[in-house]
C-alpha cells in the first residue's frame, strides 16, 4: 500500500508540474507574437526593393490618435457659413498632408489592406518553414491497476504436505512403526477427498505499476522532393506490488525516402513555396498600386470638401450682391423708376440665392463630415480644412504635363506594377504546366530504413548499433489509372493558353486607361481655360449692369442673369481646378509613376523618362 500511495503522488506532482507548463505557455503567447511578426516583417522587407514605391517601414501595428490640440485653431468667425460658422469657431485645421498622414495611420480600408498584405507574408513563413528540420516529441505515463490469480495450500494440504515428516518424528518419539502412521495419513487423505476438500486455493490478489513512453523525432523535408525522418522511441515499465520487475527498452529509427521520376525535382518539390514567394510579391505590388489609389481617393475628397466650402462663399457672395441690387430696386421703385413687377422679379432671384447658399452650407457640411470618416475619425471630430490649399491652387494655376498619350502608354507599359504580376503569371502557368505533366509519370522512389536496438538488461541508454537491422529498395506506383492527371494536364494546357490572353488584354487595358486619363486631363485643361475665361466675361457683365442699375438704365433680366452667370462661373472655376488637379494625379498614378511617401503624401512628377 506505501508503494501505491507514492505512485500516486508521483502522478498527481506530474500533472501539477504539466498544468503549470501550460499555464507558462499561455502565458508567452506575447513571445509568439513577437516572433510571427519578427519574421513575417522580415520576409516583406526581403522584397520590399523589388516594388518601387512600396512603404520602406511597413507595419500593421497603428499608432495612436494624434491629440487635435496640436493642430492650429481655426479663430475667425466666418460669416459667408451663416449660424453653420459657430462650429467651426475653434475647430482644428488639417492641411493635406497632415490629413493624408491621418488616413494613412487611421483609415480602416487602409489598415485592412496592410493586414492582407501580413497575413500573405505570415503564410509564407510556414511555407519556408516546412523546409527546415521539424522536430517533434511526446512524453506519456500512467498509473496501472490490474489483478491476478495466485494459486496455493490450504492449511489441511500444508499439513499433508508435512505429514510424511511428522509421521517420521511420531514414529521415533512413540516406537509407533512408521508404516502404521502412514497409512492412516492417507487414509485421511482419501476422506477429504472423498467429501469433496480440495488442498489447493486460488486467491485474487491486485498488482500495480507505473508505465511511461517518449518519442522524440526530426523530420527534415528536402526541396528536391525526398524526406527524412529519424525518431528515438522508449518505453518504461515498473511493478510497484510482488515482483519489482522493471522494463526499459528503447529503439532508434530512420527513414529516407526520395522520388526519382513523378515528384522529383525542384520544381516540382518546392513548387508550393515558389508560388508562396511569387504570392508575395504579387500582394506587394498590388498593395503599392493601392496607396497610389488611396492617395488620390483622400485627395479627391479634401478638394472636393474645399470645392463645397468655395461654393458657399461664391453663393453668399452671389445673395449679397442680389440683397444689395433689391434694395436698390425698391428705392428705385418708390420713386416710380421700377414696376413692382420687375421688383418682384429681383426679390425672386434673391430668395432663389438664398435658398442656393442655404443648400450649398448643407453640402458642404455632409461632405466634411464623410471626410472626417475617411481619416479615421468620428463625425463629431471638430476640425476643418485648410483654406490656404484652395488658396494656393488658385495661385498655382493648372500644372499640366507635356507628354503625348503614345509615349505615356509607352511608359506605362514599364511602369505599371499590376503589369508585372500580369506578365509573372504567364511564369506561373508554364511551371504548372510542368508540374502537371510530372504527374503523368510513374511513381518511383528509392526507400531506405534503419532500426536501432538498445543493449538489453534494460540499458535504454545505450544504443547497439551492431545490432542494427536497415532494408533498402524501391516504391514502384505504375500508371494504369492517370484520367485524373490527364485532364489536369489538359486543363492547365488550357489555363496556359488563357493566361496568354489575359497578358494580352492587360496590356491593352493599361493603355486605354492611359489614353482615357490624357484624354480627361487634356478635357479637364480646357474647362479651366473655359471656365477662366467665363469668370472673366461674367464679372464684365455684372459690372456693366451694376453700373446701368446704378444709372437707373439696366433691366432687372440682364442683371439677375448676369449675377447668377458670374457665380456658376466662378463655381465651375473651381470645380475645373480641383478636376484638373486630381485628373493630373490620376494621370500619373494610371502611368505607374505615382511614388507615395510614408506619410501618404506623393512625390511630385516633373519630368518623365520615356522608352
Known sequence: MPRRYAAIRAIALAVVCLSVCSLLVACSTTHYRKSADKETYRAIKEKTAAVPGMDLEFTIEQKPMPPLEDLPQATDTLEFLGEAAQTETGARIVSLEQALNLAVQHNRDYQNEKESLYLEALSLTLDRHMYTPIFSGSLAGTFNRGTKDVTGLTALGQAAQDAPDMVREIGELTGTPGELVAIYTQLVEQ?????????????????????????????????????????????????????????????????????????????????????????????????????????????????????????????????????????????????????????????????????????????????????????????????????????????????????????????????????????????????????AANALKPQLDVVANVIVPTKPENRPQQVDFPRATWSGGLDVGLPFDRKQERNNYRAVLIAQERTKRDVELAEDRVELEVRDAWRNLDQAKRAYEIALKGVELNKRRVEEQTLLSELGRATILNLVDAQNDLTQAENNLTAALIAHTIARLQFWRDMGILFIKENGRWEEVTDVQQP
Open 191 to 435: 476422506a477429504y477427498n472423498t467429501s469433496g476438500g480440495d488442498f489447493n486455493r486460488t486467491r485474487i490478489i491486485e498488482e500495480h505499476s507505473v508505465s511511461g513512453t517518449s518519442a522524440f523525432g526530426i523530420d527534415v523535408l528536402l526541396k528536391g522532393g525526398g524526406r527524412i525522418a529519424v525518431d528515438l522511441t522508449s518505453n518504461f515499465l515498473r511493478f510497484l506490488t510482488g515482483d519489482p520487475r522493471v522494463s526499459a527498452t528503447s529503439a532508434l529509427a530512420g527513414s529516407i525516402t526520395q522520388p526519382l521520376l513523378r515528384g522529383a525535382g525542384r520544381k516540382v518539390a518546392a513548387e508550393q513555396l515558389t508560388q508562396a514567394e511569387r504570392d508575395l510579391l504579387y500582394a506587394l505590388r498590388d498593395f503599392a498600386r493601392f496607396r497610389q489609389e488611396f492617395t488620390v481617393r483622400i485627395c479627391t475628397s479634401y478638394y472636393g470638401v474645399l470645392r463645397d466650402r468655395d461654393a458657399v462663399r461664391n453663393n453668399y457672395q452671389s445673395y449679397q450682391s442680389f440683397t444689395k441690387s433689391t434694395e436698390r430696386e425698391r428705392a428705385y421703385a418708390v420713386e416710380g423708376k421700377r414696376t413692382q413687377a420687375e421688383v418682384g422679379r429681383l426679390e425672386q432671384a434673391q430668395l432663389s440665392n438664398e435658398n442656393n447658399w442655404i443648400s450649398s452650407i448643407r453640402r458642404y457640411k455632409q461632405s466634411l463630415d464623410q471626410f472626417k470618416l475617411d481619416l479615421g475619425l468620428s463625425a463629431n471630430a471638430p476640425i476643418v480644412l485648410d483654406d490656404q490649399e484652395m488658396k494656393n491652387l488658385k495661385e498655382k494655376g493648372i500644372m499640366h504635363p507635356d507628354i503625348a498619350s503614345e509615349d505615356a502608354a509607352k511608359v506605362a507599359k514599364t511602369s505599371r506594377l499590376d503589369l508585372y504580376t500580369q506578365r509573372d503569371k504567364l511564369d506561373d502557368a508554364a511551371r504548372k504546366l510542368h508540374l
